[in-house]
């Protein structure tokens, strides 16, 4: 009998830390929308750690003909640069798979920080309540009202335009529809029969968030940060268009603003500012589907 | 000898207006509890009887510190429960337990059986070494056959007559020496009821238990607990031994409740209840005594002033009538 | 035979669970005479909401009547098409839900829900179904006053009374109440039963019961049908079978209930749980939990037999019930099943 019944909770196998890191991240891979957002991400976070050996040139290099001409305006194919050249003489290839590199490292920075301070705000409002919530909560009041894209062009001007500040700025405004979901979604656990039997069993507030609360967040924090990747990229195009990005990085939104600045449209070269667009769109476009994967997991009923 | 238990005077009062009543001075107030005074005893067993809103689960949930009066005293041995910290109230966790209504929604969906289990033992630092016979004994504790096949299933695998069993296994882990049960049967089918229930006394008087059982229904209560408290309104009504109250109940609330229960006889009194028509309203309670408005006894002092205590025989009723007679 | 209002015949109601069909009603037949009140009793998953459900024909998607017949006034309603159903509804058979919160629509007063039923199905003008509403109120025990509220105003007893007032809107003939006192108060949940009955012996509307408490059955029906896994087992006058039980589940079901009137005596409970339905026993399908079973109950389905006085019940044992029954009083019979599944 005693043989019978070896299997203690003690004697559960943990399973691998990395296994279950990838089950607490929920991935949506019943949406076939969701696995093709994936996989675009996959693509790009390829393209981004392999960039300098993806790249034919340095992005910012200012390269020259054969016969020492500034390789200016060169059409796709001339001169053996794949998608052509810029107007200063860089390679428009190079340009874009670094851009990926800023791109990313933007979405995710800001995506994590984003679901990171909408979480530990919106579960500690919504658990322990209180005056903790009210501070909190008139934060998030304020963060509301604050323009998004001046207070980021402001807080970068000030700071010094580098994509980190950007990241800031945009964790800094962004964590207000985070926290505010996720309270509302504390609210409600924290007064499940199972939380209230946890108490009355003698479970610490913070063994009942980490254990009781938090997993089922989790999949709530992922949507809010996979739609926080695609406001960041855009973001950052915007305001690298408008000239206030970091002059150090080559990213998608800088590229347009130097074809833009460069009439690139008067000249016709569409190699320049098209394929800088599409990956924009494509990138942005992939978030929200991974979103929206999320979304049918966390609610079933929106797809009637 | 001193009470386990001891309520003095207890209130958990709820603003509900929120802030713009109160500023206008009409602070919209739900009074759960509202003054409340018992004892009890180690080892006795007390039922909590009354209408939902009458208050009787807010009691139960300041017992074990779910909630905190707003005035008045709740004591545990003589101490405290609101002042309880730390170490101290480590101790109290140990030693009060509770048993939910719902077993389907008390335990974590996520969860393993075991892994439920052995959370009160994590928090009271029992070596992992012994949690696992700690579970198998509690499981067999509530007589469950063959206890090491739910270890490792997830709740919605097991009915719901086993899992109420495991939610009291859970409470009754760490050899609590007090239980609050609200209502512990109410979710289940009425073939299993009975079993959990015999599960409940048995180990109640094995392990000598003082334990409070919720209910809205006299036939269970009259099952597990030899005294009853009724509540109607947040206050106590009537305060006696079981049987006496089912025999012969002496407030008219009590009278209207023990005739209202239906009995699986098909030979039984149609008789028209003793209590007027309406329901009662938390918000707005009667001045005085809040059962008037439905009282076919209700005087003019009734109005005026809520009656206290009357000792009647072993009884303590709260009702104008006997501090008339007395 | 006398009359009848509803006539049930063998009636069978299947789910489909993913690739598998679940027959959640099992060839149920019984009759509901006018004037009465019928107890339909079993524990959850029996069956009894799925039938209570399809007599109104409304059922979940997944739900399909397989056969049998439920015959009303002369026309099987099974075999209604959904708009000759329609007028059925409210008209002749009303529907009261276990909870009234569900059925009420809370951004429409009580009264104009109510009008809505009267003016739209039932053809009233305006004045008379003022009237009418008047008089609905009056009689489920509500002030009249209290139409203009909304249904959050209701506390849940009132606002089973609501939806009361509102089966009663069109004078139906039948009410499939589900489960229509299980979440109210003891003294709530008898001013209601006590309204029903006064509504049979007054308007002559016929009920058919569903509940799980079988002291309900014992205070309001007039008739008791016990379900168990989809079938019924037992069915007939409600004093003769609550007495004199024939079938052992419902003895079980006798012994399992706390009794005010009687000794403080011993519960005892029906050990295990009922079969799961996607794969029935062959035989009995109580057998696994039946203190009498032997081996021929495993083998083949008993049939209802007829006990006389309009008494069924569907077991192999049947000849030997007075002395099961006297066996199944003593809480050591039903001991020995503890290792029942």
Not at chain 1, 212 to 236: C, D, K, R
């Amino acid at each position: 009998m005693a043989d019978a019944t070896q299997t203690g909770p003690a004697s559960v196998a943990q399973p691998g830390l990395l296994r279950r890191a990838f089950a607490a991240m929920h991935l949506p891979l019943g949406d076939p929308f969701a696995i093709a957002g994936i996989v675009i991400y996959l693509v790009f976070i390829v393209v981004a750690i392999f960039a300098p050996s993806i790249a034919t040139h340095d992005p910012t290099e200012i390269l020259f003909t054969s016969d020492f001409m500034l390789a200016a305006d060169l059409r796709p194919g001339e001169e053996g640069y794949i998608m052509g050249t810029t107007t200063l003489g860089r390679d428009v290839f190079s340009q874009l798979v670094w851009g990926s590199r800023s791109a990313l490292i933007i979405g995710l920075m800001a995506a994590f920080m984003v679901a990171l301070i909408g979480t530990i705000v919106g579960v500690v409002a919504g658990y322990f309540g209180g005056w903790l919530d009210t501070i909190m909560m008139r934060l998030a009041d304020i963060a509301f009202g604050i323009p998004f894209l001046p207070f980021v062009i402001v807080l970068a001007a000030f700071l010094e335009p580098s994509i980190w500040n950007v990241v800031l700025a945009m964790a800094l405004v962004l964590w207000r529809d985070t926290g505010r979901v996720i309270r509302s979604q504390t609210l409600t656990l924290r007064n499940r029969v199972y939380v209230e039997a946890a108490r009355v069993s003698g479970s610490s507030d913070l063994k009942i968030i980490l254990r009781h609360i938090v997993p089922n967040i989790l999949p709530l924090s992922f949507l809010y940060g996979s739609i926080a990747i695609g406001w960041a990229i855009l973001t950052e195009a915007s305001i690298s268009f408008l000239g206030f990005g970091d002059p150090e990085s080559i990213s998608w939104g800088y590229m347009l603003q130097d074809a833009f600045a460069s009439q690139a449209l008067s000249k016709g070269a569409y190699y320049w500012f098209v394929p800088p667009g599409v990956l924009i769109i494509l990138i942005v476009s992939a978030g929200f589907f991974i979103s929206r994967g999320y979304e049918k997991i966390l609610f079933p009923k929106l797809d009637r | 000898m001193t009470a386990l238990i001891s309520l003095q005077d207890a209130k958990l009062h709820y603003n509900v207006g929120g802030i713009l009543s109160s500023l206008r001075g009409e602070p919209q107030v739900v009074k759960a509890v509202d003054g409340v005074t018992f004892e009890l005893q180690k080892g006795e067993s007390v039922g909590l009887l009354g209408e939902s809103g009458c208050g009787k689960t807010s009691t139960g949930r300041m017992l074990v510190r779910l909630d905190v009066p707003t005035d008045g005293s709740v004591a545990f041995d003589g101490e405290e429960i609101a002042a309880l910290k730390g170490e101290s109230l480590s101790q109290f966790r140990r030693r009060a337990q509770m048993i939910f209504q719902n077993p389907f929604e008390a335990l974590n969906p996520r969860f393993t059986i075991a892994a439920s289990l052995a959370e009160p033992l994590e928090n009271a630092r029992i070596p992992k070494a012994e949690r696992r016979d700690r579970i198998h004994h509690a499981l067999e504790l509530v007589r469950l056959a063959e206890p090491g096949q739910y270890l490792d299933r997830y709740p919605h695998l097991v009915s719901g007559g086993q899992l109420q069993r495991i939610v009291m296994a859970r409470a009754l882990i760490l050899e609590p020496e007090f239980v609050v049960a609200d209502e512990p049967v109410s979710m289940l089918d009425v073939s299993v009821r009975a079993g959990v229930l015999n599960v409940f006394r048995e180990v109640r008087a094995q392990m000598g238990l003082t334990a409070i059982y919720i209910s809205h229904d006299l036939a269970l209560v009259r099952y597990v607990c030899e005294r009853t408290i009724v509540m109607y309104l947040g206050r106590i009504v009537e305060d006696g031994p079981t049987e006496e109250i089912v025999q012969n109940p002496l407030h008219p609330y009590t009278k209207a409740l023990v005739a209202a229960v239906p009995v699986p006889h098909p030979d039984q009194s149609h008789d028209p209840l003793p209590i007027g028509r309406g329901a009662p309203d938390p918000k707005n309670p009667p001045s005085g005594c809040t059962f008037r408005d439905r009282c076919p006894m209700a005087h003019a002092r009734c109005a005026v002033e809520a009656p206290g205590p009357t000792k009647v025989g072993n009884r303590t009723v709260h009702c104008h009538t006997f501090d008339q007679a007395a | 035979m006398t009359d009848t209002l509803l006539s049930l015949r063998e009636l069978r109601i299947g789910y489909s669970v993913g690739k598998n069909e679940v027959t959640a009603v099992d060839g149920a037949s019984f009759d509901v005479a006018p004037g009465s009140v019928v107890g339909l009793v079993g524990e959850s998953g029996c069956g009894k909401t799925t039938l209570a459900r399809a007599l109104t024909r409304v059922l979940a998607s997944n739900a399909r009547i397989t056969g049998g017949q439920a015959i009303f006034g002369g026309t099987d309603i099974m075999a209604l098409s959904e708009r000759e159903m329609n007028r059925l509804r409210w008209r002749d058979i009303a529907f009261i839900p276990q909870s009234a919160m569900n059925s009420l629509d809370p951004v429409y007063t009580v009264g104009n829900q109510l009008r809505e039923v009267l003016v739209k199905r039932g053809r009233l003008g305006r004045a008379a179904a003022r009237d009418r509403m008047v008089e609905l109120f009056e009689w489920v025990g509500i002030e009249p006053g209290r139409l203009g509220d909304y249904p959050h105003q209701f506390s849940g007893g009132m606002r089973q009374r609501v939806a009361i007032a509102l089966a009663l809107a069109l004078d139906p003939k039948l009410i499939i109440a589900d489960e229509p006192v299980t979440a109210l108060d003891v003294i709530v949940q008898r001013q209601i039963l006590d309204q029903l009955k006064d509504l049979r012996d007054r308007l002559g509307i016929s009920v058919i019961l569903v509940t799980h408490d079988i002291s309900v059955v014992a205070y309001i029906c007039d008739r008791v049908v016990v379900m168990y896994a989809g079938k019924v087992v037992e069915s007939g006058p409600m004093a003769a079978t609550l007495t004199d039980p024939a079938h052992p589940y419902t003895m079980g079901l006798r012994n399992a209930f706390p009794d005010l009137a009687g000794a403080a005596g011993e519960l005892v409970p029906i050990h295990g749980a009922p079969p799961n339905l996607m794969f029935p026993p062959p035989g009995c399908r109580f057998a696994a939990r039946c203190p009498f079973a032997q081996t021929r109950c495993a083998g083949a389905v008993p049939s209802l037999k007829d006990l006389g006085a309009e008494h069924l019940a569907a077991c192999h044992r049947i000849e030997e019930r007075d002395a099961l029954r006297a066996e199944a009083l003593k809480a050591a019979t039903w001991a020995d099943m503890r290792g029942a599944a």
